[in-house]
Each structure stands twice: as C-alpha cells, then as structure tokens.
C-alpha cells in the first residue's frame, strides 16, 4: 500500500513530467482539407513561387514606365493597345515603345512592361474602347513597379513559412494550397477512450436509482477531445473495483493512445486507480499534486500509452482536465504551443474561502474591459457543484498560500482562446 | 446593367441586412454528445434536482450536530457506527442521539443527520477502525449542514441554465448531462457548398499552365466552415461565365443553405456575379461595400438561401468570410451571439498607406500584455498577399478617413475567440 503514501508535487513538476514523456504520434500524409485541426509534423518547403508571375494587382494596361514620363493632363501619352490578357491567360506580345496591353487584375504582365495602369487613370480619346487596335491616353506618369506584384514577392519557393507543431486551420490551408502544397504530413488524430468509474453512476437514459448519480464527466470530457478533433470512444462507466477497472483500462490501452478516468482516486474506502495500475505494470508518473481541486490527479504510462486518473468531482475533472490532460494530449497530437493562453487579469470577485498550502484554481469568467482583461470568480467552487462551470471560459490560478482580494492582478487560464498558431 | 452602378453600403448596414435575413435553420433532437459544436435551439428544462439527494461533500461520519455541541479534545462525543454507506448506496438506518453513519462522498446523508465529519476530524478509540458497530469519538463541535450537499442545491429541477442559441461546448454538456438531460433540440449543422470561379485557378494538383494561379479561397473558406462543424462540400472551381456561374450555382442552392463563391464580382471585363444573381431570380441584399479589402462583396438571397459572393483576392476573401459570412452563419445554425469578440488594443505596429474614406481591415495579431490587449498590424496589407495571413489572428478596424498611429486604441475583431458562450 506504499503507493497510497505519496505526497503531494507540485504543479509545475507534474506537469513537465506529463509533457516530458509525451511525444508526437505517427505522422501521416493526408490531403490538406482533411487535415484541418490537425498538427503539422513538419513544415512544408513551399514548392512553387507565389505569385507564380510577375501579375497585375489592377484591372489596367501593362505599360513601359518610360513611355509615360511627362504626361499629364496637357500633354497626355498616347498608347496603342496591341493585346489583351485575363487572368488565367498568357500574352504573346510584348511591349515595345508606344504600346499597352490591356490587363487585367492576376492575369500576367507582358514582357517589356514595368508597370500597370489602372482602368480609372486611362483616358479614352474620341472613338476608342480601349481594346485590341485603340489608343489610350494616360495623364498621370507611372512608375516601374506601379501595381505589380512580382513572381515570389509574396512566399517565394523553397521558404517554410508554416512550421511543424502548427496547427492547420483556415489561414495555413490559403498558405500552403496557393504554393502548390495539396498534401502535409501531420501527426495523426489521438485516439482516445473515456472511462467512468463508479458503482454510483448511471450513464444511459432511466430513471436513477435511489443513491445513484448522473455521469457528467464522460460526456465533458467526449465533448472536450472531439472539439480538439481527435477521437473519442466514451466507455461509459464501470465498477470502481480494482478487477472491473483494470479489465477496462486494459483493453481500451490496447486500442487507444490514451485511455482517461474519473473517480476512484481518492483516500477513501473504495479508492483503486493506484492498485490498479500496479497490475497494469504501469510506472506512476505522480500521485497527487497539490492543487485544489483535483488533489488525487494520478497519471501513469506504460510504453506510448498513457493513462490520465482524474478525481471524479466534477470541478476536479474540469481543472485537471485543463491543466494536464488537454495539453498533454496536444502534445501528443504534434503541437508546439500545448497550453491555452496564460495572462494576468484583474479580479472582480472571489469566493468566500481563506488561503491553504495547495494551488487553487477557481473556475471564472474572463473577458476584456476596454481593452483590459478582467476575471470574475464570484460563483461557488464547491468541487461537487457543476453549475460553476456555467459561463467558466477561465481557471483564476492562485499561489499556495496566497489570497488576492478583488482588483488585485491575478494569473489567468483563457481556456477558449486556442493555443497560439504561428509566431508574427 | 443598372446593378454595376450600386453605391457602396456601410459596414454596419451590410452586416445588419445580413443578420436581420437569417434565420436558423430546422431544429432537431439528438444524443448530447452528437450536438457537440451545434447551438441549443432551446435551453432545456432540468429534469432532475441535482444533486437528487442530499449527499457528503467528504468521506466521514453522518451524526447529528446536536450531539457533537461542546466536543473537545478533553471532552470527546462517542458515538456509534449503526452502517456504512458507500456513493452508489442507500442508507437503510436514521441517525438517532448517539449514533453516526459512516458516509463516504457523493453518498447520500443518512436521515435524521445533518452534518458530516471527515475521516481526519475523527478520532478512533483503541480497538476500534470506524467501521460498523465501532465507536468513534469527535473533537470538534459540527454545525447543522457541514459538508453536506442538499438535493437541489447545484441545479434545481425545472431550471434552465444553459439557454437557446447557446453553443454545446464540453462545459454545457456536463451541466445537461448531470441533470439528466441526455438529448437535445439543437439547430441542425449548416450545409454549405464552397464554389471558387475564375478560368485562372487551378484547383487539384498537377502543374500550373502559363498564366494559372493555384486555388487557395476554396481550402480556406472549407477549413474555416469545417473547423465551425458545418457540413462543407467544396465544389471546386468553375469558369467564371454567366452561365458556368449559374449553373453551379443553382445546383448547390438546391442541396445546400448556403453558397459561398469566391470572384467574378467586381467591375473589371469578365465579372458576373450580379447578372447571375438576377438570372437565378434572387433578390440582391448589397452589392458593394465601403470596406478595404472586399469592397465588391456582393450577397444575394431567395427563399431561405442565400449566396455569398465573396471577391477573390485572398485578403479580401480573409476578410469577408470574418465581416459577413461567419457571423451570418452561425446565426442560421442558430447562435445567440455570432461575432468574434471585439475590443479595443494598443496599436503595435501599422501598414504603410494613408487614410481612406472606407473602412479599413488589417489583418493582424493580437496578444495579451501584462494582461493589456496590444495589436501588431505591421505585415504587408495588400489584397493579393496571402503572407499576410500568417499569424493573423485579429482584425483592425480603422473607420473612414481615420489613421491610427501607433500606440494609439485601435478596434479590433479577435479572430480565434469563440462567441461568448453563456451569460455569467
């Protein structure tokens, strides 16, 4: 029973020995659209220059910057149109002195411009259309450059602008399928199995018997991964006995990266993860930390598998859930930035409770104030109540020993602002 | 061709023409993890009390608070173990004077108790382990509802705390759950097909013919939908002719709620949009914009339908489908709130170009500062740069005529964050 002794570690401890053991899984090669939320597992040369040409960024006429030196309103430049491109069309001609070649926005600069003028600053004379065989007059000279955008100037070929660990959202899918980049390697979806644990709960529909309880946590945490984009099996529930348990755990580590608990973690009479993962052959990771709530947190591996145990109060799953089990996992899943956005913000209320020698995190609502962050953890925190987690976009994260009093700067958890995609 | 002359709308008429057509779409009932990422389309009653029964918040002893008044270390209150009951049980024996229920958390308080002991605040006389039929002695005095958990008390039956309109988040799921709410009316995921024309674009793999340009709006706009959980078929690309245009899209307007194009709608030779819109019989909501990028975005709709037709510059699609097409979205499947969140921040940088009488867009990052929202918009801004996408994870909004310097408050539209879910 010496596993049964273990003494609280630190946060910060247990989680650097989460995201040491954790590595990226396989990585595979998928069409980028079925790719999206997934991590890249390495960032892509760019095969291609983009633009591929040197292009128009205006609807106008591709002209010799030269040709135009001194025109104005007096003393218009007179041009004769000898081509017309569109985009998606190649010129044929090129411009010599005294021509255009009438162009429009993407399509291709002919060879011998150096310059585009815009529709809007082409004077027609008497009888022209501005096509193929008419004139065209410009009062305003150009410049060589003036609205083109040259082959590469925006991600030339061979650069990586997306790197490995990013992961693949709307912006690094323009990115890449513009350079040519149809296919990425990316780590593979998790595989995830979620297990409650307790005789006390009823999972399916019926009414519940007399001293049973509604299992919320395996629908939180399905919930949580499948919006993360991996894939979750929730098992429902088991017995919280050491023989039920480890039955379970076992089959669902065969077939999954992953396999998370709720309950049986505790001190109490009927407490079973650790003895459970003794026979499992596991090696704990660590027994409990010393925050609340979620003290009881217990993690074990074995190979690439790894087991998360969180205590079954559901404040305790929702906290240890954010704090080790979502960044461990994203890690796991390939990214390179694992934890939501960490800042300080001011406190704008506080739960009625003293300072204790553990980390404490209160689950709170966030939000900017003019341009401030500001933090509300008004609401009770009762381990048992899930009605905290109404409107809980936060953990307000609080030092052992220390006790901040509202309009103090406190360090803030924003669980919903995604883990930062690509340095700027 | 009356439609080529429409006078560019502001913004916010835009933006309010757009929310006050949509409506969301048919409502469904479903298993509550099938709703994840759909948005209520009612907030369901509470069926059940949560807790259902009164219940220990510790592992420890049910007694009567009367019987432990002036308990002390010298003068201890003995009692009697009458049962055992472990979360899951049911207590079959009522706590007279002088005897106590061992009780471990999440089960229920036995009657005629009103108070719990923890483990540790007990002490066990020689010979005794607390069980049943052994004596324990306590030390400190208890008060009438220590660590217990009325029924009722977290969530009362027949509230609603998780209102319409509100997105089903891991959170949400956990409240519906514990009360026993296990299916939910949600509004039903959008269909949207993703349409891009332009004879310029290559949109599958294979080398680039002289003058083409690869297709990046498509895989961004369906990475950005999917990433929403709507069902996004991309159509690919067709030319961009009236009648490739109307063609296309009047089959997807028959499959689909919505259809997104990009191209084919500003003024250049070849732009189609509006006479398509007229073809198809639909009923122009705005034609052109006042906004930098994405002036000539054009909606239109006809019965419950509706057609995007975003420009095609990239920049101008980036900002669009943001401005426009997400927001009007999410309120068509159903969203209460539909914006990204909006703030103000301290401008860290700024494009090059002077002010303009429409409004303007940066793409650009914000970050949080010693809990400070700061805005770096320094990157190139032009239409055709796709570079500009990396990293940007907000917009600028700068009003007609304005030119923020740096350091000054700046509006900005935080792209990555989630409408705000549920009122605190």
Request: proline share 9%.
């Amino acid at each position: 029973m010496a596993v049964r002794e273990a003494e609280p570690i630190a946060v910060e401890e247990a989680r650097r020995r989460c995201f040491e053991w954790a590595s990226p899984r396989e990585v595979v090669r998928v069409p980028l659209v079925e790719a999206v939320g997934c991590y890249l597992a390495r960032g892509p040369e760019l095969p291609e220059d983009v633009p591929p040409f040197d292009r128009s960024l205006k609807d106008g006429y591709a002209v010799r910057a030269a040709d135009t030196a001194g025109a104005s309103d007096g003393t218009p430049v007179s041009l004769i149109v000898i081509e017309e491109v569109a985009a998606g069309g190649w010129p044929t001609r090129t411009v010599e002195p005294g021509t255009a070649v009438r162009t429009m926005t993407g399509a291709p600069v002919a060879p011998g411009a150096d310059a585009v003028v815009p529709l809007e600053n082409v004077r027609l004379p008497e009888g022209s259309a501005g096509r193929e065989g008419d004139r065209i007059e410009l009062v305003i000279p150009a410049r060589a450059g003036d609205e083109i955008q040259r082959r590469g100037d925006d991600l030339p070929k061979g650069s990586s602008p997306v790197g490995a660990g990013e992961r693949l959202g709307p912006r690094e899918a323009a990115v890449l399928a513009t350079a040519g980049v149809l296919e990425v390697e990316v780590v593979r979806r998790l595989r995830v199995a979620v297990l409650s644990t307790g005789d006390e709960l009823l999972s399916g529909p019926g009414p519940l018997r007399p001293g049973q309880i509604r299992n919320s946590n395996g629908p939180m945490l399905a919930a949580m991964m499948r919006m993360e984009g991996w894939d979750v099996r929730d098992l429902g529930q088991c017995s919280d006995r050491v023989e039920s348990v480890v039955q379970a755990v076992r089959g669902a580590l065969e077939s999954g990266d992953v396999v998370v608990t709720t309950g049986a973690v505790s001190v109490g009479d009927y407490d079973v993860v650790p003895h459970a993962m003794e026979r499992l052959g596991m090696k704990l990771l660590f027994q409990k930390v010393a925050i609340r709530p979620g003290k009881p947190m217990t993690v074990g591996v074995k190979g690439d598998r790894i087991w998360f145990a969180l205590p079954g109060n559901p404040a305790s799953t929702f906290v240890t859930a954010h704090l080790f089990l979502l960044p461990t996992l994203r890690k796991m899943a390939g990214a390179r930035v694992w934890d939501a956005l960490r800042t300080i913000a001011v406190l704008k209320g506080r739960p009625s409770e003293g300072p204790i020698p553990l980390t404490r995190y209160w689950r709170a609502r966030v939000w900017l104030e003019a341009g401030r962050a500001v933090v509300d953890a008004g609401r009770e925190q009762l381990s048992a109540a899930i009605s905290s987690f109404l409107g809980a976009n936060a953990l307000v994260e609080v030092p052992p020993g220390e006790d901040p009093r509202v309009g103090e700067a406190v360090a803030v958890w924003w669980l919903d602002v995604p883990p930062a995609p690509i340095g700027y």
